[in-house]
């Protein structure tokens, strides 16, 4: 069964820096992509940031710059170093994984099957 379970919850002044861990079980990393979302109160789930097995990745553009995704496959364990905080930074955060599926004309996507629960970055001005 696969479990992810994220950590590095915590509350920064705007400027200062966290990094978020997700340790994942129960299946092999290396073939499965991964991904952190995030949800404010009111406010739509959005994609954050996402790596794929062969370790490219892709960031919303409003983290651009200050987030940097990565992943020890040796660990299974999923990063979001986080820098340069702003107050509209602050949300809950979710880990989630899945595999990578082609969505036509060469594109491809994560299916995103699996979720943790989630750690709460707050940020204060």
């Known amino acids: 069964q696969v479990q992810l379970v994220e950590s590095g919850e915590g509350s920064v002044q705007a400027g200062g820096s966290l990094r978020l861990s997700c340790a994942a079980s129960?299946?092999?990393?290396?073939?499965?992509?991964m991904g952190w979302f995030r949800q404010a109160p009111g406010m739509e789930r959005e994609e954050v940031a996402s790596?794929?097995?062969?370790?490219?990745?892709n960031y919303a553009d409003s983290v651009k710059g200050r987030f940097t995704i990565s992943q020890d496959k040796s660990k299974n364990t999923l990063y979001l170093q986080m820098d340069s905080l702003k107050p509209e930074d602050t949300a809950m955060y979710y880990c989630?994984?899945?595999?990578?599926?082609?969505?036509?004309?060469?594109?491809?996507?994560?299916?995103?099957?699996?979720w943790g629960r989630g750690t709460q970055v707050t940020v204060s001005s």
């Open positions: 790596i794929d097995p062969d370790d490219s990745t």
């Open positions: 129960g299946y092999t990393s290396s073939s499965y992509c």
């Open positions: 989630a994984a899945g595999r990578v599926v082609p969505t036509g004309w060469g594109l491809e996507t994560c299916t995103f099957d699996y």
